[in-house]
Nanobody, 124 residues
């Protein structure tokens, strides 16, 4: 059974930083791309960042480019999201997800397992 457990969320001031982690189990981690998504109250879940199975290729939504960095450690079965220069509009529940293949993707339908989410709140 695939399990994804996020951690690292919390409260940060605008301009501050947080690092999210997502520990995976139940699947050969290095065979699958990973992604981070977020959902703010009253809004649909949206793509944030994705990384290929090797970690060589990444992609971001435009609003987080230059501020967020996705990375992975295949030896630790963990994917990370480093978030710098946080803004109030980054406030949301953040979810990690494992893709159905090794290719990275910004589309929710490309992912088949999801974590429970971790709350990120940015105060302005």
């Amino acid at each position: 059974q695939v399990q994804l457990v996020e951690s690292g969320g919390g409260l940060a001031q605008a301009g501050g930083s947080l690092r999210l982690s997502c520990a995976a189990s139940g699947r050969t981690f290095s065979s699958y791309a990973m992604g981070w998504f977020r959902q703010a109250p009253g809004k649909e879940r949206e793509f944030v960042a994705t990384i290929s199975r090797s970690g060589a290729t990444t992609s971001y939504r435009d609003s987080v480019k230059g501020r967020f960095t996705i990375s992975r450690d295949n030896a630790k079965n963990t994917v990370y999201l480093q978030m710098n220069n946080l803004k109030a509009e980054d406030t949301a529940v953040y979810y990690c997800a494992t893709a159905k293949s090794g290719s990275y993707s910004p589309y929710i339908t490309s992912y088949d397992y999801w974590g429970q989410g971790t709350q990120v709140t940015v105060s302005s």
